[in-house]
């Protein structure tokens, strides 16, 4: 049975720096790949990056600059750090297994920045 | 960057209609295109896989086609159930989804 569960802060205060963990269970992340994607409260979704399954990332360019993805294989755990965080950048953020589409989700984690 | 254009944004229909979404990408993006279905308070489910492929699991109303720039998500009988907003998603170069389009029932 596929699973991923996302944990981080739920509050992060603006210029910060996100960090999320992505953990994985019932697949293997060196033949899948995970992207994060995010969901700003009442808007629409956001991909924004991914690490395949030969460890190599791709990032949406709007958010490149701030954005790092990283995993371990031996934990089967993924990890997101973005930096110089704004209000903007309040949401849901989801990992999700992206291969032959994104077809498992993880819950979500609701990030909050403010001071 | 690609950008992924749906209409409409809102989309108001009866059971048992024919419901057609429409997604619209500003380059051709090779049927690299996926539908997902987002119930409020859940996460995205994958319908349909490039362009045309049903996933697993999901009810035979759930079509789509296209090529080029110019893609559908066909609900050939809508139900109750189906009442969620709708994205599209191109792979084809970069990744993005689409604004959505949130259907409801009449």
Known sequence: QVQLKESGPGLVQPSQTLSLTCTVSGLSLTSNSVSWIRQPPGKGLEWMGVIWSNGGTDYNSAIKSRLSISRDTSKSQVFLKMNSLQTEDTAMYFCARDTMGITYWGQGVMVTVSS | ?106
């Open chain 2, 1 to 106: 960057d690609i950008q992924m254009t749906q209409s409409p944004s809102v989309l108001s229909a009866s059971v048992g209609d024919r419901v057609t979404l429409s997604c619209k990408a500003s380059q051709n993006i090779n049927k690299n295109l996926d539908w997902y279905q987002q119930k409020l308070g859940e996460a995205p489910k994958l319908l349909i896989y490039f362009t045309n492929n049903l996933q697993t699991g999901i009810p035979s109303r759930f079509s789509g086609s296209g090529s080029g720039t110019d893609y559908t998500l066909t609900i050939s009988s809508l139900q109750p159930e189906d009442v969620a907003t709708y994205y599209c998603y191109q792979y084809n170069s970069g990744n993005t989804f689409g604004a959505g389009t949130k259907l409801e029932l009449k």
